[in-house]
């Protein structure tokens, strides 16, 4: 995790990412405010520490090895959605 990222920690928020066939998504569930009040006493908005912790997530440097742990991951999920159901449900669906 980041710094960025941890400042998210205690406000009801979750981040996470998962692809499919087509897409890579990194998300930020948030309130709209956090829980913490800022300097002047007033709650503080959480878009700017949510997109800031994304893009923290996209500019992040990875170790070779974490690289090949998730090519791992990901080859194992897709073989658990590599089915004819999967892409003809992905299709209905889309």
């Known amino acids: 995790?980041?710094?960025?990222?941890?400042?998210?920690?205690?406000?009801?928020s979750q981040t996470n990412a998962y692809t499919d066939f087509h897409h890579t998504v990194f998300y930020a569930a948030c309130p709209t405010y956090s829980p913490?009040?800022?300097?002047?006493?007033?709650?503080?908005p959480m878009l700017p520490m949510a997109l800031d912790a994304l893009c923290d997530?996209?500019?992040a440097r990875c170790d070779?090895?974490?690289?090949?742990k998730e090519r791992q991951a990901v080859l194992s999920e897709m073989t658990m959605v590599n089915t004819?159901?999967?892409?003809?449900?992905?299709?209905?669906?889309?």
């Open 84 to 94: 004819i159901e999967y892409r003809v449900e992905c299709q209905i669906l889309s």
């Open 36 to 44: 913490n009040t800022g300097s002047f006493g007033s709650p503080q």
């Open 1 to 12: 995790g980041s710094r960025k990222r941890e400042r998210l920690f205690g406000t009801g």
């Open 57 to 59: 997530v996209m500019e």
């Open 64 to 68: 070779p090895s974490r690289i090949e």
